[in-house]
């Protein structure tokens, strides 16, 4: 779903002024609606870090260029 600038803008705006909750670990813009994700743990970023490095090892050859990133943190 492709957000329209002047809306992701405003919801960003309102996003950076939401308080801080105690353990919400990120505000997140999401099919143009405000997220709000409890910090993953621990376990869970480890698995997504083997994963981005075994898929890494493979699209050098398959998908040059491209990387696998086990952050989330995008903005298109």
Avoid: C, W
């Amino acid at each position: 779903m492709s957000v329209d600038p002047a809306v992701f803008a405003r919801l960003l705006e309102i996003a950076d002024q939401l308080p801080k909750v105690p353990g919400i670990g990120k505000v997140e813009i999401a099919e143009g609606e405000i997220v709000m994700m409890t910090s993953p743990v621990m376990r869970h970023e480890l698995a997504a870090l083997h994963i981005a490095r075994q898929l890494n090892a493979q699209l050098s050859t398959t998908h040059p260029g491209h990387i696998a990133y086990h952050g989330a943190d995008l903005v298109s």
